[in-house]
Structures are given as C-alpha cells and as structure tokens.
T-cell receptor, first 114, second 114 residues
Framework: DTEVTQTPKHLVMGMTNKKSLKCEQH?????MYWYKQKAKKPPELMFV???????INESVPSRFSPECPNSSLLNLHLHALQPEDSALYLC?????????????FGDGTRLSIL | GQQLNQSPQSMFIQEGEDVSMNCTSS?????WLWYKQDPGEGPVLLIA?????ELTSNGRLTAQFGITRKDSFLNISASIPSDVGIYFC??????????????FGKGTHLIIQP
C-alpha cells in the first residue's frame, strides 16, 4: 500500500465543471509534486511545492490551479478542462532538504473529460 | 528540457532469465532513480542512486550510477512473473534544496512469456 493517498481514484467531468483532486501524506515530507501521465507515456512534472510554497510551475495552463493548505495536503483544482487533459494525475512527496531526495508516488486519479 | 533515452522499449523474456535495461542522458544528473509501475497504480521506487559509480542492490535488482553521471542501468536476475510491468528510470538535478522534479525515461515494458 502506498503512503501517499490520492482521492478520488477515478473522476469523470464535463468541460464546464469545477472539481478538485486531493493528495495526502503523513510521512513528514515537506515537498509535494503533481505529475500528469498520459497512456503509455512517462509522468511529466506539473508543479512542485516546497514548505507549502509553490516553487516550480512547468508552464501549466491556468485551468489547473494547485494549492497546498498544509504540509500534509496537496490539492489540484480543475476548471474548464479540455478533452486532451484526460490522463492519470499523480501526486508525489519527498523530503525537501539534503538534495536528491527520492519521491514517493500515490496511485493517482484517473481523469476523463467528456 | 532534458531528455532521457531508455532502452529497450520492451522486452519479451522467459521466466528465470536475467534482464538488463539502461538510460542515457545528454546532460548530468545528480541522482538516478528506478521505478516500477503496474497497471492502475503509481510508480513504486525500486532503487535510488546518489553517487557516480555507485552500485546498489535490492534483492534480485542491481542498479548502477554511471561514472559520467549521464547514464544508469538496472539488472534483474532470475525473473519471476511478478516482475512484469513498466520500469522507468528517472533523473534528478538537485538544485540544492532537494525539491526538484524528476525527468523520466520513456519506460521499458517487461513481458514474461510462459
């Protein structure tokens, strides 16, 4: 079982809907990440939070809005998504100091945009 | 952005055979990681490598961090059916803060023939 918990596991939404993906970890990690993974492709980095502050945004469209309300939680707010946004969205966490800390992934939310 | 070349793309082997896969990069990474991803799940960390030349084992798995810091390989000895899945290499630059995103290879799909 993964120590990074993502909810929901599956989400189907229309292009005009607003929804949120949630991620939680209790390993004391102070860095959290969002990745997007299309079918048969590797994960691609979207956002990095370090000590609850956004440190990296990989030029992600504004229809994706991340939020880190505390050190254990990471949200991804979705609005006006496009069909090409259908993918597996993975959350990961790691220690934030010391360099080269391995990232631990959740099982993802499979998002389908109608 | 940086790209990792992972090969082979897929492997069809018999149970009991040894497996070898590798990743190369056009630029240096400070950390190399190997993950395995099963269908419907997130990537699971197998081995983390932190120093050039480092050779690390985890059960039947052995991985090495190349001397040039631009490559890494993963070997699996005496493959068993549960080894089936997609294996990803991932490189991390390490800006000093620890919270850097990962760059993934395209994956090696391991299939074990009966």
């Amino acid at each position: 079982d993964t120590e990074v918990t993502q909810t929901p596991k599956h989400l189907v939404m229309g292009m005009t809907n607003k929804k949120s993906l949630k991620c939680e970890q209790h390993m004391g990690h102070r860095a959290m990440y969002w990745y997007k993974q299309k079918a048969k492709k590797p994960p691609e980095l979207m956002f990095v939070y370090s000590y609850e502050k956004l440190s990296i945004n990989e030029s992600v469209p504004s229809r994706f809005s991340p939020e880190c309300p505390n050190s254990s939680l990471l949200n991804l707010h979705l609005h006006a998504l496009q069909p090409e946004d259908s993918a597996l969205y993975l959350c990961a966490s790691s220690q934030a100091t010391g360099g080269g800390q391995p990232q631990h992934f959740g099982d993802g939310t499979r998002l389908s945009i109608l | 952005g940086q790209q990792l070349n992972q090969s082979p793309q897929s492997m069809f082997i018999q149970e009991g055979e040894d497996v070898s896969m590798n990743c190369t990069s056009s630029s240096i990474f400070n950390t190399w990681l190997w993950y395995k991803q099963d269908p419907g799940e997130g990537p699971v960390l197998l081995i983390a490598l932190y120093k050039a030349g480092e050779l690390t084992s985890n059960g039947r798995l052995t991985a090495q961090f190349g001397i040039t810091r631009k490559d890494s390989f993963l070997n699996i000895s005496a493959s068993i059916p549960s080894d089936v899945g997609i294996y990803f290499c991932a490189g991390q630059l390490d800006s000093g803060g620890g919270a850097d995103g990962l760059t993934f290879g395209k994956g090696t799909h391991l299939i074990i023939q009966p």
